[in-house]
């Protein structure tokens, strides 16, 4: 390994720069969010690539991995070298969707991923940020080299507004898949402060030893567990349970 000094900035790709100047367990946190153009049909995402052609699309997709020599070259060392379980998932993988843009990707991002794992620290967590158009893939590369065990959550970060299409459902959200090295993985707990006047509105007592506390009913407003009014979207909904419904389909 290369020697750094702290705070070091790296412009580039991060592949080499990990395999060259970051040791094993030296990392507590990684976030990526790994260039992929989600934009694209998948018809063209799961195309067949020749390498020649692919390579000569890059310019004009700069943020979209081709199938070209450089994911072949990927593909083979990965299926060689890497550990069994990563041989067999990459090799499924190419045999399941063929080789393509989404398989370049894939390809490079489990070279990646398996170089992160191995500089996370046992107490370290990794999340990736990635759409609905690879987000399933990726869990699956995740399982294989973090453990199916060590999956934490998927996050979804949703946008403001809906990337309409006027042929299906608008794209309204992102996913940030979270994973940890091992079941010790270190997490702080976030708190928010309550805004004072929903203090003064909604925790009015206050105990001997100074604490705020509020009181409430905490039974049903019937034996069955039903008989509850809430309004949604401008609609009063009265919810009943299935046996108070019969009774009051019996009743008329």
């Given at each position: 390994?290369?020697?750094?000094?702290?705070?070091?900035?790296?412009?580039?790709?991060?592949?080499?720069?990990?395999?060259?100047?970051?040791?094993?367990?030296?990392?507590?946190?990684?976030?990526?969010?790994?260039?992929?153009?989600s934009?694209?049909?998948?018809?063209?995402?799961?195309k067949?690539?020749?390498?020649?052609?692919?390579?000569?699309?890059?310019?004009?997709?700069?943020?979209?991995w081709?199938?070209g020599?450089d994911?072949?070259?990927?593909?083979?060392?990965?299926?060689q070298?890497?550990s069994?379980?990563?041989?067999?998932?990459?090799?499924?993988?190419?045999?399941?969707?063929?080789?393509n843009?989404?398989?370049?990707?894939?390809?490079?991002?489990?070279?990646?991923?398996?170089?992160?794992?191995?500089?996370?620290?046992?107490?370290?967590?990794?999340?990736?940020?990635?759409?609905?158009?690879?987000?399933?893939?990726?869990?699956?590369?995740?399982?294989?080299?973090?453990?199916?065990?060590?999956?934490?959550?998927?996050?979804?970060?949703?946008?403001?507004?809906?990337?309409?299409?006027?042929?299906?459902?608008?794209?309204t959200?992102?996913?940030?898949?979270?994973?940890s090295?091992?079941?010790?993985?270190?997490?702080?707990?976030?708190?928010q402060?309550?805004?004072?006047?929903?203090?003064?509105?909604?925790?009015?007592y206050?105990s001997?030893?100074?604490?705020?506390?509020?009181?409430?009913?905490?039974?049903?407003?019937?034996?069955?567990?039903?008989?509850?009014?809430?309004?949604?979207?401008g609609?009063?909904?009265?919810?009943?349970?299935?046996?108070?419904?019969?009774?009051?389909?019996?009743?008329?």
């Amino acid at each position: 390994m290369k020697p750094i000094t702290k705070n070091t900035l790296f412009y580039g790709d991060n592949l080499p720069i990990l395999r060259e100047y970051i040791p094993d367990e030296s990392i507590d946190l990684i976030y990526l969010d790994p260039p992929f153009n989600s934009n694209r049909s998948y018809n063209v995402l799961f195309k067949e690539e020749s390498g020649k052609e692919s390579e000569s699309q890059i310019t004009a997709f700069e943020d979209t991995w081709h199938w070209g020599e450089d994911a072949e070259k990927t593909y083979h060392e990965l299926v060689q070298n890497a550990s069994a379980n990563v041989s067999s998932m990459i090799s499924a993988l190419r045999g399941f969707i063929g080789t393509n843009q989404m398989m370049a990707y894939l390809t490079m991002m489990t070279a990646r991923l398996i170089e992160l794992h191995r500089v996370l620290k046992p107490t370290g967590s990794i999340y990736l940020h990635c759409d609905p158009t690879a987000s399933h893939y990726l869990k699956i590369v995740m399982d294989t080299i973090f453990g199916i065990e060590n999956f934490r959550a998927e996050i979804i970060w949703k946008r403001t507004s809906a990337h309409s299409d006027s042929k299906t459902l608008g794209n309204t959200h992102d996913i940030i898949l979270f994973y940890s090295n091992s079941d010790k993985f270190l997490w702080n707990k976030q708190f928010q402060a309550y805004d004072e006047s929903y203090i003064k509105s909604h925790y009015r007592y206050t105990s001997q030893d100074g604490r705020k506390f509020r009181t409430d009913n905490l039974t049903a407003t019937s034996l069955s567990g039903g008989g509850y009014t809430y309004e949604w979207n401008g609609v009063t909904k009265i919810w009943r349970t299935p046996k108070e419904n019969m009774q009051k389909l019996h009743d008329g």
